[in-house]
């Protein structure tokens, strides 16, 4: 098990940029992979990005391709999520979560641990 606390989010104008921390504590935090999360309000969660262990693979959804980039620190346990080109669509709750064992990664029910999440508002 890996507990999972994100930071960074918050309230930016369209066009500005934010970026999200995902810290993880767990003896293996290093060997999950990491993928973000978001809900908007009245909508249902989806997939963001994720990252493998080595940082070496990572994988977005279209609608953030060329916008969001996701890195990892592993000797700093965290994930980061650099969101650039924000448009008031991308207003939700961000969750970080993680999984060692999934076999579809952009999927949630391949992750076992979730963080609860930051807010991060986009305004017009």
């Known amino acids: 098990q890996v507990l999972l606390v994100e930071s960074g989010g918050g309230q930016v104008q369209a066009g500005g940029s934010l970026r999200l921390s995902c810290a993880a504590a767990?003896?293996?935090?290093?060997?999950?992979?990491v993928g973000w999360f978001r809900r908007a309000p009245g909508k249902e969660r989806e997939f963001v990005a994720y990252?493998?262990?080595?940082?070496?693979?990572?994988y977005y959804q279209d609608s953030v391709k060329g916008r969001f980039t996701i890195s990892r620190d592993n000797a700093r346990s965290a994930v980061y999520l650099q969101m650039n080109s924000l448009k008031p669509e991308d207003t939700a709750v961000y969750l970080c979560?993680?999984?060692?064992?999934?076999?579809?990664?952009?999927?949630?029910?391949?992750?076992?641990?979730w963080g609860q999440g930051t807010q991060v508002t986009v305004s017009s």
């Open positions: 767990g003896r293996s935090a290093s060997s999950y992979v």
């Open positions: 979560a993680g999984g060692r064992y999934g076999s579809s990664w952009s999927d949630a029910s391949s992750y076992t641990d």
């Open positions: 990252i493998i262990p080595s940082g070496g693979g990572v």
